[in-house]
């Protein structure tokens, strides 16, 4: 017997930190990013836990790598949602910074049959969960019945109102990756500089450096309180849930929204940040936009 077919299919990986009872709870499909150390591979989340990973990475050694899932396991995952699905939307890191979005496009192009079906490969301009959250409020405007074009347009307003501001432990796994030119510098190579960064639709611009955690969450508390009308806020950090505890001390002590969710970071970010970081996603209310 042939399905009915429904609302909109919605995609992402596994960048996007969205824990999964959360994609279950919006029928949110999440495709795993590959962690390589060395010559070994692992399937993020599903043949490498996090706190494993962290460890491994602390321990030093080869410095990991992370791969975008090849486009068959994209395509298996559109070919699935299709006996159901009305479409596909599909939503990905910034483009400057993964081939995340490409592998999602080529995987499309690899689906037999989809007929006349919609499809959009998206980019968000965000990552973890500044990601995770713009594809949650897609999933629920698809479950509300939105079709392609009203979904494209959540996610471009989305973009301009998501903010992820973090503090790293240090600039050495930022330099390791070469994704950002200013990490590069002599500067993180011969101090002890803890790194302020923020990624706002598709960049990842520096906020400077501090010399101590205390002084890094003070900075980012700073820089919180200068966004508008936060309408909803999460907790990021890698590896060490204590320093999301001493950022959590200091956001009781003002008035901002609680945190939704605390997340210890997906390896695929960890790796180009490394362990000790903490920051934040947060997102304005329509109308209340900082550039």
Known sequence: MRLAVSRLGIVTDSTSDIPPELAEKWGIHVVPCYVNFGTESYLDQEEMSRSEFYERLASGGAHPTTAAPPAGMFAEAYQRLLSTASGIISIHPPDQLSALRQSALNGWDLVKGAGARPFRALDAGQLSMGLGWIVVRAAQAARDGADTAAIEKLVANLRNRVHLLAALDTVQYLRLSGRVGWARGTIGKFLRLRPLLRIFQGRITSLGYTR??????????????????????????????????????????????????TINATPILGTHVGP??????????????SS
């Open 276 to 289: 000790g970081g903490v920051g934040f996603v947060a997102i304005q209310r329509q109308g209340r936009l």
């Open 212 to 261: 101590t955690r205390a002084s890094a969450i003070e900075r980012l508390i700073i820089h919180l309180q200068q966004l508008e009308e936060i309408e909803s806020m999460t907790t990021l950090y890698t590896h060490i849930p204590e320093i999301a505890d001493e950022f959590h001390r200091r956001l009781s002590e003002l008035k901002l929204p609680e945190p939704v969710l």
